[in-house]
């Protein structure tokens, strides 16, 4: 008897320990950026560019530009990537990412509206 309430107290750890693993494996943050137009959300320089260049980034599931406050919402696995790597990626489309600066080649290539 005192087995079996030693395997039921452990399996029940072992399924809160797994539980809460899975809930940490998806993350959402909030990445400061520069945005000068706005229509960035309909541009294809700017919200189509910026949407399906992330989502590319393998682990990202979601992003949200809010042009408004210029800041890039990002949901993303932790197992996959981490933040460094979206901060590259935002980097590499032409745009700030919190301290990384924008790519300058990738910057140059936006449309004019997206530039200061």
Sequence with gaps: MKLLKTLFFALVLFMSA?????????????????????HCKQCESCGDRLNLGLLKTKGVQMVQLDEKAMTISVTYNTKKTDLATIKTAISKLGYDADDIKADPVAYEELDGCCKK
């Design 18 to 38: 797994n539980a809460f693993a899975q809930q940490k494996k998806i993350q959402t943050t909030v990445i400061k950026t520069a945005i000068y137009c706005d």
